[in-house]
């Protein structure tokens, strides 16, 4: 693990520079080569390798809050896909937000648990060279699930210094790590395995038990070359998912405490991929190409005793696919007239074979089915996009996508079974002005969409009683929004960028997988604006402070009330990074996350959750590394997540009580970190 050292000219963003003379494009490059392309968009961020591995972190996915407004979250055990948070929506485990992995998929459509499930526990820290960080439907070659925001992770060719560390901590976390690379016949080998134990604060320990290994072969460059790529990932957990209020007010359960000690998972994901790319001073061509076998088995109880009061509410879900793919760009850098452009066109392809299930079960042991589905989706996107340089100080980005989906499900109710197809297409504009002593201004528009389950565009009839009718629903769903932004270095030392955005989307139609039904929702819109801010005063300090505000409210007249149950408003973070490339380092890093209204006419509503994380450490001469995190400094008793809905404890009325069920910020811990460079 690289120590906390921001370099001089390190920033959460890349950023504009000083007017030049004469009209000059940026050196072309292939996006996620490591050489972010110049930004579209104020709220575009490039997150570099230092700053992924300078903030301490309780889980892996937690690396990717260093996009502006973006929170992430654990209701369950350490193994199921984490909540995310983006500009006002609460993502569920993926929905609206894309992410990506070396090129890979990480949102899984037609899930069993939910749409757009993006478990991303594999993510290995260490091997992360950057992250690109996009929000808002302006970008022609980002498509199904990126309409709040789209994160793109490449892993590195090559370490820099290969690794050994050990880390121990609070709460019985073990974690070992390993990470090598070697030239083999004129290209590189780079190997890396993980392990991972962790038990948790619970009265059930989470018994998490998780292995994670990667293996490369490269040769060349990002943007000259090629790489084969082989992921291996599997993890088993027991899960404290969220409880009751009344449960822990009464004294049933403390805090720590579940209402049933059988729910857990295990999930399992391996991969193999390739990247082939080749540019000269006028054109750049990348090829990706990867095969995804996944799996995953949860079992939850969320009401306990509302519909079955004596066996208990338990039910799994099931998901086992098969994922193959292929993404192809090419980008030319020409003239018109004379004026410089560089123009991409390009393809995405994708297609999962997918049996899911959804069963009634008492401990873990399967009693009824619910539904039992085989599905086949395939998709197609298409999509250019040229920007034009007009002066030396104004240049636009106009791009269009089309993307096409069919697909077919088999159920085992057979009123659920049939086809469906969908079309859409997604115009897309920016214009942006500067630089201007250090500032660029960005004007961004566009259309996106996200994909519904293909088993809410097929079903009739409710798969519980195979009998109540059910509307079908769209299987695309359109969003568009725009954004306003500024991006500026004139104040030496400080790069800054503020964006003024609006969303508004269909319909948030979403397939609730703990009923297997679709839930229909209502037209939304959100506003809000973004602030990022990144201070380097000195070569060995450096401070971030970032603050998103959103208002989220659904757009049609409802007596039940115009909020968004779970849409957050307020979000914020404040850090300090210390520390040369040896020596002492350290990091202090606060998290704010403000309110929630929990139904649609705000009378509940959640708290606030604000965590500050620390870590201190010191690197030797001779690449020995020791470091300290502390998570939850001050010993938070917040939320991780909170929610309002009916359930049912032994003894209540039948019809159950509604009540905030929660789940709780773990406690104050220590993980000590020993690791060896070479």
């Known amino acids: 693990m690289a120590v906390a050292c921001l370099a001089a000219g390190s920033a959460r963003a890349q950023t504009p520079g000083p007017a030049s003379t004469s009209v000059v494009l940026p050196t072309l490059t292939i996006a996620g080569s490591g050489d972010a392309p110049p930004p579209a968009a104020a709220s575009e961020q490039t997150v570099t390798r230092e700053q992924v591995l300078a903030d301490p972190v309780a889980r892996p996915a937690e690396i990717l809050e260093a996009a502006t407004g973006l929170i992430v979250t654990q209701h369950s055990g350490e193994g199921k896909a984490n909540q995310y948070f983006l500009r006002g929506f609460n993502l569920d485990h993926g929905t609206d937000l894309a992410i990506t992995v070396d090129g890979m998929p990480?949102?899984?459509?037609?899930?069993?648990?939910?749409?757009?499930?993006?478990?991303?526990?594999?993510?290995?820290?260490?091997?992360?060279?950057?992250?690109?960080?996009?929000?808002?439907?302006?970008?022609?070659?980002?498509?199904?699930?990126?309409?709040?925001?789209?994160?793109?992770?490449?892993?590195?060719?090559?370490?820099?210094?290969?690794?050994?560390?050990?880390?121990?901590?609070?709460?019985?976390?073990?974690r070992g790590l390993a990470a090598a690379s070697a030239p083999v016949?004129?290209?590189?080998?780079?190997?890396?395995?993980?392990?991972?134990?962790?038990?948790?604060?619970?009265?059930?320990?989470?018994?998490?038990?998780?292995?994670?290994?990667?293996?490369?072969?490269?040769?060349?460059?990002?943007?000259?070359?090629?790489?084969?790529?082989?992921m291996a990932y599997a993890n088993r957990w027991n899960s404290t998912d969220q409880i009751a209020q009344r449960a822990v007010t009464s004294g049933l359960i403390d805090r720590f405490g579940t209402l049933d000690p059988t729910d857990g998972g295990d999930a399992s994901r391996y991969?193999?991929?390739?990247?082939?790319?080749?540019?000269?001073?006028?054109?750049?061509?990348?090829?990706?190409?990867?095969?995804?076998?996944?799996?995953?088995?949860?079992?939850?109880?969320?009401?306990?005793?509302?519909?079955?009061?004596?066996?208990?509410?338990?039910?799994?879900?099931?998901?086992?696919?098969?994922?193959?793919?292929?993404?192809?760009?090419?980008?030319?850098?020409?003239?018109?007239?004379?004026?410089?452009?560089?123009?991409?066109?390009?393809?995405?392809?994708?297609?999962?074979?997918?049996?899911?299930?959804?069963?009634?079960?008492?401990q873990r042991q399967i009693t009824s089915t619910t539904r039992d589905d085989h599905v086949k989706e395939g998709s197609v996107g298409l999509y250019g996009q040229s920007m034009v340089r007009w002066t030396d100080w104004l240049r636009t980005v106009v791009g269009l996508r089309y993307d096409r989906y069919d697909g077919r499900v088999d159920s085992d109710t057979p009123e659920n079974s049939g086809n469906a197809?969908?079309?859409?297409?997604?115009?897309?504009?920016?214009?942006?002005?500067?630089?201007?002593?250090?500032?660029?201004?960005?004007?961004?528009?566009?259309?996106?969409?996200?994909?519904?389950?293909?088993?809410?565009?097929?079903?009739?009839?409710?798969?519980?009683?195979?009998?109540?009718?059910?509307?079908?629903?769209?299987?695309?769903?359109?969003?568009?929004?725009?954004?306003?932004?500024?991006?500026?270095?004139?104040?030496?030392?400080?790069?800054?960028?503020?964006?003024?955005?609006?969303?508004?989307?269909?319909?948030?139609?979403?397939?609730?997988?703990?009923?297997?039904?679709?839930?229909?929702?209502?037209?939304?819109?959100?506003?809000?604006?973004?602030?990022?801010?990144?201070?380097?005063?000195?070569?060995?300090?450096?401070?971030?402070?970032?603050?998103?505000?959103?208002?989220?409210?659904f757009t049609d007249d409802d007596p039940a009330g115009n909020d968004i149950p779970g849409a957050p408003a307020a979000v914020a973070s404040a850090s300090v990074v210390v520390g040369y490339e040896t020596g002492w380092f350290g990091t202090v890093k606060l998290r704010y996350f403000g309110p929630r209204p929990l139904v649609e006419d705000g009378s509940v509503r959640s708290g606030a959750t604000t965590l500050v994380n620390a870590r201190l450490g010191y690197k030797f001469d001779?690449?020995?590394?020791?470091?300290?995190?502390?998570?939850?400094?001050?010993?938070?008793?917040?939320?991780?997540?909170?929610?309002?809905?009916?359930?049912?404890?032994?003894?209540?009325?039948?019809?159950?009580?509604?009540?905030?069920?929660?789940?709780?910020?773990?406690?104050f811990a220590l993980r000590l970190t020993a690791a060896a460079t070479f």
């Open 185 to 230: 016949n004129g290209g590189t080998v780079l190997t890396a395995v993980e392990g991972n134990t962790y038990n948790g604060p619970w009265a059930t320990p989470d018994d998490v038990r998780k292995i994670n290994g990667v293996v490369r072969y490269s040769q060349g460059t990002a943007s000259d070359g090629f790489s084969v790529t082989g």
């Open 271 to 362: 991969s193999l991929s390739g990247r082939w790319s080749t540019s000269t001073d006028t054109s750049a061509t990348k090829v990706e190409a990867y095969a995804i076998r996944a799996h995953m088995r949860l079992f939850n109880n969320f009401t306990y005793y509302l519909d079955d009061p004596v066996n208990g509410d338990q039910f799994s879900q099931s998901d086992d696919r098969s994922v193959l793919g292929l993404n192809a760009s090419h980008t030319i850098k020409g003239r018109l007239g004379a004026f410089d452009t560089e123009t991409m066109v390009g393809i995405q392809t994708r297609y999962d074979d997918i049996h899911v299930g959804l069963y009634n079960t008492v």
């Open 622 to 667: 001779n690449g020995l590394r020791i470091q300290l995190d502390a998570l939850n400094l001050f010993n938070s008793q917040a939320s991780q997540i909170d929610y309002y809905y009916t359930s049912r404890l032994p003894g209540e009325p039948a019809a159950g009580v509604a009540d905030v069920h929660f789940h709780p910020v773990e406690p």
């Open 421 to 553: 197809a969908a079309w859409i297409a997604s115009p897309k504009a920016s214009v942006i002005f500067g630089p201007f002593a250090g500032t660029e201004l960005f004007l961004n528009a566009g259309r996106g969409f996200h994909s519904n389950d293909l088993r809410g565009a097929t079903i009739t009839v409710d798969p519980s009683d195979k009998v109540t009718p059910l509307l079908r629903v769209p299987l695309l769903v359109r969003s568009q929004g725009a954004e306003v932004g500024l991006r500026t270095r004139a104040i030496p030392n400080l790069e800054s960028s503020i964006a003024v955005f609006v969303l508004d989307y269909a319909s948030e139609l979403l397939f609730v997988g703990d009923a297997g039904t679709t839930e229909p929702s209502r037209p939304s819109r959100r506003f809000g604006v973004e602030w990022t801010n990144h201070y380097q005063p000195l070569r060995w300090l450096g401070f971030d402070a970032d603050l998103a505000y959103t208002r989220a409210r």
């Open 106 to 174: 990480v949102n899984m459509r037609t899930h069993g648990h939910g749409q757009g499930y993006a478990d991303i526990n594999f993510l290995i820290p260490e091997l992360v060279q950057s992250i690109r960080v996009r929000k808002g439907p302006y970008f022609a070659d980002e498509g199904d699930f990126s309409s709040a925001g789209a994160i793109r992770i490449d892993y590195l060719d090559r370490m820099p210094k290969n690794v050994a560390e050990v880390t121990l901590g609070s709460f019985g976390y073990r």
